[in-house]
């Protein structure tokens, strides 16, 4: 809907999920010499100022860019994030936060190409104007690209439909965000229509969709429908912040669902994660979800709970719902996930070509953090 603007929420703890995931998608791709394709279906404004404008109005960034900034114990690949940051901040001083196409220029090769796609008219200019005043800038300072062709591309338009025209792309290398703000209910249909067209296209590319963790049923279904589209690996992970409340409203959860992952992605992800829910989290419902699976014949499924024990269902049994007391979030008084006897939830029989995951969830154990918390 084009009456939605990031700036509101940027730098938030769902961004910080959304961008760390990101620069390790990039960081994966730039091992190979091979150029590769980056997609930003929903792009924003590009940059987003913290101190004043919308981002000022409710400070979403003290729930996630903020807790981190003062930090020296990041494991390395979160702090290669967080320093990604702080070079759009010289100064030292937390005025700036680089939206998804910002991270994709700073973390991509000349050779690698963007493509940039936005609908709001407002943003888009401003995603325009920024990626031209970096260009003025190179060109002043006597840099000319060494790769033919126009690196980045921003156009004003429908980043789902583009999908039809770029995929595959020449060099059959690509990455492509999905990020739309599901204001509309229909976003959620939007994607997986998107995906699963686009995996007919071009079955190896990666693709990462981020989505808002939601008690609407849009949002609670979405993981599990992606789940069955004919990818040959998946990887779900969420991040939790605090106890959904009970009228509903606010942001406490969001996820990132990755197809056709790197095998580097998880275990960074199970080293990174526990220090999230740590620094981050600002209640008892703090937690985070990690998936993962295969297109396999059968639904074995084996996870981990928060208390650490292994957990092995009945049959055919699939994952845990989002609001059963075992699954990432839980509604007003369901027992807290890993809580002994709470009951798990299991789900319909699952047809005979849907994946197999394994899952990982948790809140750390170590010591608590330094400092207060916000209430």
């Not at 260009?135 to 039809?164: I, M, N, T, W, Y």
């Not at 979800?289 to 928060?306: K, N």
Request: charged share 20%; with cysteine; net charge positive.
């Amino acid at each position: 809907m084009l009456s939605y603007r990031h700036a509101f929420h940027a730098g938030n703890h769902a961004d910080v999920l959304k961008h760390f995931v990101q620069i390790q998608l990039h960081e994966y791709m730039n091992q190979k010499d091979t150029a590769y394709t980056y997609i930003d279906t929903h792009s924003g404004a590009g940059v987003y100022a913290l101190d004043g404008g919308y981002a000022s109005k409710n400070a979403e960034y003290e729930t996630g860019i903020g807790p981190l900034w003062e930090r020296t114990d990041m494991p390395k690949q979160l702090a290669d994030y967080v320093n990604l940051v702080k070079g759009l901040n010289p100064s030292g001083k937390m005025r700036y936060y680089p939206g998804s196409p910002y991270c994709a220029d700073k973390a991509m090769r000349e050779q690698d190409r963007l493509r940039l796609f936005e609908l709001h008219p407002a943003d888009a200019k401003i995603l325009a104007d920024n990626f031209r005043k970096v260009a003025e800038h190179a060109a002043a300072q006597g840099e000319r690209p060494s790769a033919r062709g126009k690196r980045v591309l921003v156009e004003r338009g429908d980043g789902f439909h583009a999908l039809k025209t770029l995929l595959p792309p020449p060099s059959r290398r690509a990455l492509v965000l999905i990020d739309p703000p599901y204001e509309d209910k229909q976003d959620y249909r939007k994607v997986r229509d998107a995906l699963e067209d686009s995996l007919v296209r071009f079955p190896t590319g990666i693709f990462a969709i981020w989505y808002p963790v939601l008690q609407r049923m849009e949002s609670r279904q979405f993981a599990d429908k992606l789940k069955r589209l004919p990818a040959k690996e998946w990887l779900n992970v969420t991040l939790t912040v605090s106890t959904p409340g009970p009228d509903g409203f606010g942001l406490h959860s969001s996820g990132m669902f990755i197809v056709n992952p790197p095998y580097t992605l998880e275990p960074t992800l199970r080293q990174v994660m526990p220090y999230l829910v740590q620094v981050l989290g600002k209640d008892a419902g703090a937690t985070f979800v990690i998936e993962s699976g295969t297109q396999l014949t059968g639904s074995s499924t084996s996870r981990v709970g928060a208390n650490g024990s292994a957990r092995v269902p009945v049959g055919n049994a699939r994952r845990a719902s989002p609001t059963s007391g075992t699954g990432s979030l839980r509604l007003p008084g369901q027992a807290p996930a890993g809580t002994p006897g709470a009951a798990g939830a299991i789900g319909p029989r699952a047809p005979a070509t849907t994946s197999s995951p394994r899952r990982t969830s948790g809140r750390p154990t170590g010591p608590s953090k330094p400092g207060s918390r916000r209430p």
